[in-house]
């Protein structure tokens, strides 16, 4: 299985500043059609999981441009260019290129 | 607006088997999409359990694929999971998700598990 590796697994953030969320992975999640599997999901206190970013840096339906994904290969980020007290909560990556999916451990945001 | 409602028992005794359903509306589980399950617990995150295609082709976690069987009822529009031979390590929150994907062949492309069910908390316990 490949296997995801997030940092940190805490952040505390200030509201109206960035930022940035590591995630790597075991191997490259580079498939031969280009494309780079990796998502980025949001757990918002006593809620299901939500897609934030799918395919590396392709922003989910709905989801405010403020969430920004990049990073090839192995290693990715997540960005929130300014956060809002809504953002808080726990931040997943996961590989789709392969099945069993596998999930980072999380990141926990919280307002300081 | 596509939703997945979940349904089953919060509570399965050991050695039973755990029986969950969604319901999906505003989409046909005949569309081009994976439905799938993941479930959460306290000592190992988010894992993922498996999915289901329209036609019926199924994938499974390795490490739960001797116990686990995910169906679907097309009259219905649902899909189900069952997990038999269950134990304490059992004990999650189950979500089923929509895989969405878009197009066919070459241009069928990829978007995340964009729709996820409530969740249900089940407990393995006698």
């Known amino acids: 299985d490949i296997v995801m590796t997030q940092s940190p697994v805490s952040l505390p953030v200030t509201p109206g500043e960035p930022a940035s969320i590591s995630c790597r992975s075991s191997q490259s999640l580079l498939f031969t059609n280009g494309i780079t599997y990796l998502d980025w999901y949001l757990q918002k206190p006593g809620q299901s999981p939500q897609v934030l970013i799918y395919?590396?840096?392709n922003r989910a339906s709905g989801v405010p441009d403020r969430f920004s994904g990049s990073g090839s290969g192995t290693d990715f980020t997540l960005k929130i260019s300014r956060v809002e007290i809504e953002d808080v909560g726990v931040y997943y990556c996961m590989q789709a290129l392969e099945t069993p999916r596998t999930f980072g451990q999380g990141t926990k945001v919280e307002i300081k | 607006q596509v939703q997945l409602q979940m349904s089953g028992p919060g509570l399965v005794k050991p050695s039973g088997t755990l029986s969950l359903t969604c319901a999906v509306s505003?989409?046909?589980?005949?569309?081009?999409?994976?439905w799938s399950w993941v479930r959460q617990s306290p000592g190992k995150g988010l894992e993922w359990i498996g999915k289901i295609f329209q036609s019926g082709s199924t994938d499974y976690n390795p490490s739960l694929k001797s116990r686990v069987t995910i169906s679907l009822d097309k009259s219905k529009n649902q899909f189900s999971l069952n997990l038999r031979f269950v134990t304490a390590a059992d004990t999650a929150v189950y979500y089923c998700?929509?895989?969405?994907?878009?197009?066919?062949?070459?241009?069928?492309?990829?978007?995340?598990?964009?729709?996820w069910g409530q969740g249900i908390t089940v407990t393995v316990s006698s």
């Open positions: 395919s590396t840096s």
């Open positions: 998700a929509r895989e969405l994907h878009s197009g066919s062949g070459p241009s069928r492309r990829y978007h995340g598990m964009d729709v």
């Open positions: 505003g989409d046909s589980i005949s569309n081009v999409h994976w």
